[in-house]
């Protein structure tokens, strides 16, 4: 009896000492630094890698590439946790989801948007930005309300910026994000298949524009808050890259009427899976709710590219 029972704790040590083992790792965000092509500066963008990545096992991880909105520009190296207000870092980071995802995020370059005299970026605080505590999450900000009734235009009486958006935008720095991609395929273990792309507004405005110019590296895409030109669906479409675009239906901003001409070019153009999600009670700040939400993430991970 005493030889069965010391033979069980033996067994059960053991136990518990693999499974102490296989404890998955926790979430980690990285700093990587590079050199930009656009002005030859050395800047960072933040890499977060997904409770559980370990890079000695043959584990896959799919990889998404966020593009920020227009306010949190900055210089790449101490501005960099500006970008950390929305999108799916902050929601991993910030609000500690498990998302399976390798997340790459740079910042976009300032272009002198902070010489505009009053300008909002020489008036923004780091430190009234969102941080990741060591204990529990931080409260996250309110929805923006609007007087605004809800309703909208079906067609658009001409559009407001040129083919790639407002200017100064993710375009300037496509060499750049398309070598993260790169970097990041090649030093960690990700899923070539599973390669998603989602911005909003300026960077709604960029996921467009980089997924017409590279269809062949996506496996889906989702804009926010920002729409795509006609001129840019051809590729698109002849790729049928998944997609998921939104926009808010109290958005005085980007609105609603600019998003048709580009939906209906696609399905002109035969795209068999165009998804366009209106949030009729919310304003420009529709990707609080769609990142904060599942239904994304969820949809994202089912979209893999057919080699």
Not at 53 to 72: A, C, V
Not at 95 to 103: G, M, V
Not at 121 to 134: D, G, I, T
């Amino acid at each position: 009896m005493r030889n069965y029972l010391l033979a069980f704790l033996l067994t059960t040590g053991v136990l518990f000492t693999v499974r102490a083992q296989e404890k998955p790792s926790e979430a980690e965000l990285k700093t990587i630094t590079y050199t930009s092509a656009f002005d030859n500066t050395a800047r960072d963008f933040y890499l977060y890698l997904p409770k559980g990545y370990d890079e000695t096992n043959d584990k896959k991880w799919p990889i998404m590439l966020f593009l920020h909105g227009n306010g949190e520009r900055g210089n790449g190296k101490n501005e960099l946790p500006y970008t950390l207000a929305h999108g799916p870092i902050y929601e991993a980071w910030i609000q500690k989801r498990d998302l399976p995802f390798i997340i790459i995020q740079p910042q976009l370059h300032m272009h002198g948007f902070d010489s505009v005299p009053n300008s909002y970026y020489n008036q923004r605080k780091l430190e009234n930005h969102p941080k990741r505590l060591k204990v529990g999450t931080p409260n996250r900000s309110p929805k923006s309300k609007s007087d605004a009734p809800m309703g909208s235009l079906v067609t658009h009486p001409g559009y407001k910026y040129g083919t790639y958006g407002p200017p100064m935008g993710w375009e300037t720095v496509e060499t750049d994000l398309l070598k993260m991609l790169q970097t990041v395929g090649a030093d960690y273990n990700t899923d070539a298949s599973k390669v998603y792309l989602t911005g909003l507004s300026y960077g709604g405005f960029g996921t467009w524009y980089m997924a017409s110019k590279h269809p062949d590296l996506f496996a889906a895409i989702a804009p926010i808050v920002g729409w795509g030109h006609s001129d840019l669906m051809a590729p698109i479409a002849k790729h049928k890259i998944p997609l998921w675009c939104f926009a808010g239906g109290r958005d005085h901003v980007i609105t609603l009427n600019h998003f048709y001409s580009g939906m209906n070019t696609l399905e002109k153009l035969g795209h068999p899976d165009v998804r366009f999600t209106i949030e009729s009670d919310m304003n420009h700040d529709v990707w609080t709710r769609v990142y904060a939400g599942d239904d994304i993430y969820n949809w994202l991970l089912k979209q893999q590219k057919q080699n």
